[in-house]
């Protein structure tokens, strides 16, 4: 009896053993609060993965840059610190130049486009150009299209633009695009531009309406300018660290839960959009429409900049995409 009582007891400490053997936590983070579009990506991505997994894979999720902000988060992520996040494309860019070629301005010309090419050749290139760096791109949510906000005045025209202040992503195309248009580019983190903003250290910034929704910068911007000068997508990565300790059956279900949320964030941003433009309108905020064909010709410079560093294929092959 004896016996059988310490055969039971080690059975039932092997299968504990084993058991938390195979259980994995993945920490996914993101830089916004919890009412932005990437944690509904982030809370779709934790729902798929414990699901397919069958709670073998959980996901616990760090908003508000509380695990630092987008730069610092890839490199936590290349250490294997961070295992996984939603993340825009500006910081990547200056560890992977190539991602450059999709923040152009005016390159998209609507969200079906944007997705064709992202999801397709173009897009799964520059996520396997990603490992290169000690991450794995795994999807590619979005940002989406930016819109240009100030506290000064209405802008219809690229004139109206010159002279102000506008905070922009840590991201060359950006800074030379907005310079472009006659702006004074200011480069920044996003953890730092609200008190910018409130401080007057800048005029306005560039977001798509999820971000100056969630952030109520209709309290600090006056004037909203519907520019949709760039679409921004956004990669769900992981850890390259972490992606090769899990089984192929893991990685499998967990870029196809990436590939779920991302397509699930997409569609709600679309949604959303009227109802988050009729709410800044209700809250105060200016807004015009200007004449975008003004915008695309002023910011043709940035092409001719571009062009030889990025490969006037690669940006003919976006363009033409059906």
Known sequence: MKKL????????FFFLLTSFAFALEIKFAHVVNEKDAFHVAAEKFKE????????EITVNIFPNAKLGDERTLLERMKMGIVDAAIITTGPIINFVPSFGVIDLPFIFRDPDHAYKVLDGPVGQKLLVLMETQGWKGLAFGERGFRNLTNSKR????PGDIKGLKIRVMQNPVYVDSFTALGANAVPMAWTEVLTALQQGTVDGQENPLNVIVAFKLNEMQKYLSITRHAYAPAVILMSMKLWQKLTPAQQALVKDAAQGAAVFERDWDNKMEAVWLKYLQAKGMMVSNPDLKLFREAAKPVYDKYTPAFGKEIIDTIINTK
């Open 154 to 157: 209405k802008v219809v025209t």
């Open 5 to 12: 009582f310490c055969v039971s007891i080690a059975g039932m």
């Open 48 to 55: 798929l993965t414990e699901k397919s997994s069958k709670g």
